[in-house]
């Protein structure tokens, strides 16, 4: 066939979606994957296992020739690469994009994103904007967790958006670690496992991907695969009992989707140096040993993990040929949109030259293809702009700020009474120049704080200086989002001593930094929600009811949390 038998697929899938619901006789789904297979070309096969990115909002001439060539499973939406400026822009986009496809007679297109809540965000305007997994995990409700889920997945699906790479089931074990951290929920596989099985169904009810990331688990690394080869070399016990069982609580809860990670576990296959994503044992312990059924994504191949060793298109290759169904090529530094070009063309010759089986192929086809039909993509890839106006309603809205209330961790306090910012001396709020629109955003809810501003990069010489034009009997409100990645501000933490009161809007385990500060509160993000509920705490303090999701190290255990401002460390 082949490129007129694509336009009869195209109207194949409208015929059949006007005609019926898509259930055969006993009243199951009826599965279109394997006929639509038949009909699709060696060269339409390869581009739907590739899932690609591109630059600018809108469909631009160049972009359009590559949907026709290339004709791929999915594009991934970046705000870095000016996908996203505004929801409707991002609908008219997403609209445009699926009626490019249409016109070169290729399949409805996955539509990803990074949509995690906390620090990874693609959406931001307009959108319900979550605290993220390790605010989550301080709050411990698999309920919130499950509307949150819901909310982001109905948002994103309004949008067009039909993939959210997320959420990160990654076990957060090692402090040093540089990428994952409030990205997870704690380092507690159970915890983690309870809260992630609860978004399953909530984002495949609304229609959009659920994928747990990152298998086998980015948990216990101290390197960020973005920028080289990170290695977990535990013992394979330790492994089943805290990096797999996660994502084996996933497969049983139904995740139709799992995202490799670029990571070297020696002991998963007799100390093959394989990252996981190019590593056949992976992909069989997820099939075989979990008993897995849906689509295995890779993370994004132009990432340094691979880069450092491969070429892109051999890294395809071997990827394909490990077990990978969907091939993700994102917006990674020194990687050009057009390169899914040559990696399709490279896929085509591997399976003509037997590199890749047309078995191999054909298989994780037929999942890119399932999945599109589980989820509706076949029959309604459209956006939903009449519901744009639902979208960030103050319903949503309500339960971001729940999670952020309880979320909220007390982790020590020295003072009696704890100092309340709304007296006739609040103190003031030392925070960090860069991040002056977060302030504002503490400031709404606890306007009576003198805020600071000083320079993330303060010179060392400037410190004391800072320390002694400040008030003396006032305490000091002082951003600790990450004291471990700015050693002048860890200094000038030090330096108030007791007269501090941390502000953890990022991981706790920077905050073992500073153990003689007066207070340290941790709302895990940085997100309006959670700095909102930090200025209503500041303002008018209430017996929080966060714990720790993870250890501060040499101070508190996972699980720790005072349950009022009363004295306590």
């Not at 249409?102 to 990874?120: C, I, K, M, N, Y």
């Not at 290695?231 to 139904?254: C, E, I, Q, W, Y």
């Not at 933490?493 to 991981?507: D, F, H, P, Q, V």
């Not at 008018?540 to 190290?553: D, F, K, N, Q, T």
Request: glycine share 10%; proline share 8%.
């Amino acid at each position: 066939m082949k490129r007129a038998g694509l336009f009869f697929i195209a109207i194949f899938l409208v015929a059949a979606a006007l005609a019926s619901p898509g259930h055969g006789e006993t009243g199951k789904p009826a599965d279109r994957a394997p006929g639509l297979l038949d009909d699709l070309s060696l060269e339409d096969k390869a581009g739907q296992v590739l899932m690609g990115f591109f630059r600018g909002e809108e469909v631009t001439a160049s972009l359009r020739s590559t949907l026709g060539r290339v004709r791929p499973g999915g594009v991934i939406l970046y705000s870095s690469t000016g996908n996203i400026v505004s929801l409707e822009q991002v609908a008219d986009l997403v609209s445009s994009l699926q009626k490019a496809a249409w016109s070169a007679a290729a399949l409805p297109l996955f539509v990803a994103v990074d949509q995690e809540g906390g620090r990874v965000n693609r959406l931001t305007r307009g959108v319900t904007v979550f605290p993220g997994n390790m605010a989550l995990g301080a709050a411990g409700d698999p309920g919130l967790a499950a509307k949150s889920a819901r909310i982001t997945a109905r948002e994103l699906r309004t949008l067009g958006i039909t993939v959210n790479f997320a959420p990160v089931v990654d076990v957060q074990s090692n402090p040093a670690n540089p990428v994952i951290g409030t990205r997870s929920f704690g380092s507690d596989p159970a915890l983690v496992s309870r809260l992630a099985t609860a978004m399953v169904a909530p984002m495949s009810e609304e229609g959009v991907l659920c994928t747990a990331k990152h298998f086998p688990g980015h948990g216990d690394t101290s390197v960020d695969s973005h920028a080289g080869l990170p290695t977990d070399s535990h013992a394979r016990p330790v492994l089943d009992k805290v990096n797999l069982a996660p994502f084996s609580a996933m497969v049983k809860a139904g995740a139709p989707a799992v995202m490799t990670a670029h990571v070297v576990m020696p002991e998963l296959d007799r100390g093959n140096p394989l990252p996981a994503t190019l590593l056949p044992k992976a992909y069989s312990i997820l099939r075989q040993e979990m008993d897995f059924k849906g689509l295995a994504v890779t993370d994004s191949l132009g990432m340094k993990a691979l880069d450092r060793y491969w070429s892109i298109e051999e890294t395809a290759i071997r990827a394909l040929q490990a077990g990978a169904d969907l091939l993700v090529f994102g917006a990674d530094p020194g990687h050009e949109p057009a390169e899914i070009e040559s990696v399709h063309r490279a896929l085509v010759s591997a399976v003509r030259t037997d590199r890749i089986t047309q078995t191999r192929l054909d298989e994780a086809v037929v999942r890119v293809l399932r999945a599109k039909e589980a989820l509706g993509i076949l029959d309604d890839p459209k956006p939903k702009p009449e519901r744009l106006g639902e979208l960030g309603s103050p319903g949503s809205q309500a339960v971001s700020d729940a999670i952020a209330r309880k979320a909220l961790t007390l982790a020590w306090n020295r003072f009696s009474p704890f100092p309340k910012a709304d007296g006739e001396k609040p103190g003031t709020l030392l925070w960090p120049l860069e991040k002056a629109d977060q302030a504002s955003m503490l400031l709404k809810s606890c306007s009576s704080l003198k805020p600071l501003f000083v320079p993330l990069s303060v010179p060392p010489e400037d410190i004391s200086g800072i320390v002694e034009g400040l008030d003396r009997k006032e305490p000091v409100y002082a951003w600790a989002g990450d004291l471990g990645r700015y050693p002048a501000w860890r200094d000038l933490a030090r330096l108030l001593g007791e007269r501090a009161i941390l502000l953890g809007t990022g991981s706790p385990y920077g905050l073992s930094l500073c153990p003689g500060a007066g207070a340290a509160i941790v709302t895990y993000s940085e997100v309006p929600a959670s700095l909102e509920a930090l200025g209503s705490f500041l303002c008018s303090p209430w017996a929080p009811s966060g714990r720790l999701p993870v250890e501060i190290p040499g101070l508190y255990p996972r699980g720790w949390g005072l349950a009022s401002t009363d004295p306590g460390f």
